[in-house]
């Protein structure tokens, strides 16, 4: 990273540019694998992520268990890309979490429920009246919070990628 006066740049060990001197910030996303950086263009109030291997530009968003989540602010969709091998899942989320123990909660227009994805986007878990994940839900130690709405009775969802189905306290 390079600042000259009021302006930053990004050059790799050689010298050769790889993001010219036209950005108030550049900073490194070190808790991201990668060459992943915040960018931000003078004269813009938003941050953008940018990864220097794949030399690609995403919206800012939030990193955990490998995945970036992004939040795409012009269409209201978010999507993920796997840090390690820069795999795009699925533009269409109308709301995502970020992942946790490989599997992340998303709702797609229409659904009521939610569904718990994988890191390939595959749908693992679909919420349903009878087993409801709570929104915003995340696996921890294993389990995640649901409710029963038929038979009003909260309970825990085994997480789809170790064993078991779901069980209620």
Known sequence: ?????????????????????????????????????????????NYKLFNAAAGKFYESGTYSDGMLKINDTQNQKSYYVNVATGQIIDKNFDHAEEFSEGVAWVMFKGNKYGDFIDKNGKVVFTGSEQCNPEMYSKFSEGVVKAKDETNYVDGYIYNPLGSGDYVYK
């Open 1 to 45: 990273i390079a600042q000259y006066a009021d302006v930053c740049g990004l050059y790799d060990y050689k010298g050769n540019v790889i993001l010219p001197e036209k950005y108030d910030i550049i900073s490194c996303r070190h808790e991201i694998p990668g060459d992943w950086y915040s960018v931000k263009l003078l004269g813009e109030d």
